[in-house]
């Protein structure tokens, strides 16, 4: 084992950390991309306004305000 002087060892763990770091962040991204959407066809911006025509019948009293 070489003699290494006492300030490299903690930047090459840190090192070592980061890029652990971004293969992991990597391979969650290529899962994601090779999965595809969560749902087909459900775009950002896609709903309207939410009115009363929105509701889902039955669903009467379930809106923000309904518990005061």
């Given at each position: 084992m070489a003699a290494t002087e006492p300030g490299t060892r903690p930047s090459v763990?840190?090192?070592g950390f980061a890029l652990l770091l971004?293969?992991?962040f990597l391979g969650a991204f290529?899962?994601?991309r090779a999965a595809g959407p969560?749902?087909?066809?459900l775009?950002?911006?896609s709903s309207g306004?939410?009115?009363p025509s929105d509701r889902?019948?039955?669903m009467d009293g379930?809106?923000?305000?309904a518990g005061r």
């Open positions: 763990l840190l090192l971004l293969v992991v290529a899962a994601g969560v749902a087909p066809g775009s950002p911006g306004p939410g009115g889902m019948p039955g379930h809106d923000m305000g």
